[in-house]
Nanobody, 115 residues
Framework: QVQLVESGGGLVQPGGSLRLSCAAS????????MGWYRQAPGNERELVAM???????QLGDSVKGRITISRGDSENTVTLEMNSLKPEDTAVYYC?????????WGQGTQVTVSS
């Protein structure tokens, strides 16, 4: 079992930046993808970004060009940096990891973009 804990959410003004971090309870081999999804009220959960070791990250269409995703050397962290934030980026952001056929989710962190 793997626990994922997110941090870094909060209130941000439009056009601002935010950094979200996720720490897993144990090392996750880098070949297994880790990343972020988000869910806004009334919407389905959607991909934000997944870090793919040795390949290009998978990015959601609505955030392309505005985000950077990275994995920590300790193999148990993944970080999302977002800029040029818009009100439509408001959502609960969930850390996600896939280990073989198993999937794991964090409890989520709220990001609100508002003036």
């Amino acid at each position: 079992q793997v626990q994922l804990v997110e941090s870094g959410g909060g209130l941000v003004q439009p056009g601002g930046s935010l950094r979200l971090s996720c720490a897993a309870s144990r090392s996750i081999y880098k070949n297994y993808p880790m990343g972020w999804y988000r869910q806004a009220p009334g919407n389905e959960r959607e991909l934000v970004a997944m870090y793919i070791t040795g390949g290009s990250p998978q990015l959601g269409d609505s955030v392309k060009g505005r985000i950077t995703i990275s994995r920590g050397d300790s193999e148990n962290t993944v970080t999302l940096e977002m800029n040029s934030l818009k009100p439509e980026d408001t959502a609960v952001y969930y850390c996600h990891a896939r280990i073989g056929s198993w999937t794991f989710w964090g409890q989520g962190t709220q990001v609100t973009v508002s003036s």
